[in-house]
């Protein structure tokens, strides 16, 4: 089992940024990849930004110049950077791991832009 807390959601003007933070614990070992999604109201999950266990990450093209992800493996963490924050970006984010049987998810952060 794989437990996920994320940490730094908030309320922030538009043009603003927050950095998200989620520590994993219980079975890191089995842990192939983490990532970041988020869901607006109405609208389906979507992948916001994911890293692999080698480091080579991929975000949605709405993410692109603006979100890094990165991970600390000693503190056995993975933060989304964000940057230049829009309305649009919304959003409950959710941690993601992926692990050699399942997919294991955190309890989300609430992340609010205001124009």
């Known amino acids: 089992q794989v437990q996920l807390v994320e940490s730094g959601g908030g309320l922030v003007q538009a043009g603003g940024s927050l950095r998200l933070s989620c520590a994993a614990s219980?079975?890191?070992?089995?842990?192939?990849?983490m990532g970041w999604y988020r869901q607006a109201p109405g609208k389906q999950r979507e992948l916001v930004a994911h890293?692999?266990?080698?480091?080579?990450?991929n975000y949605t093209d709405s993410a692109k110049g603006r979100f890094t992800i990165s991970r600390d493996n000693a503190k056995n963490t993975v933060y989304l950077q964000m940057n230049s924050l829009k309305p649009e970006d919304t959003a409950v984010y959710y941690c993601?791991?992926?692990?050699?049987?399942?997919?294991?998810w955190g309890q989300g952060t609430q992340v609010t832009v205001s124009s």
């Open positions: 993601n791991a992926d692990g050699q049987l399942r997919s294991y």
């Open positions: 890293i692999i266990t080698s480091g080579n990450t």
């Open positions: 219980g079975s890191i070992f089995s842990i192939n990849a």
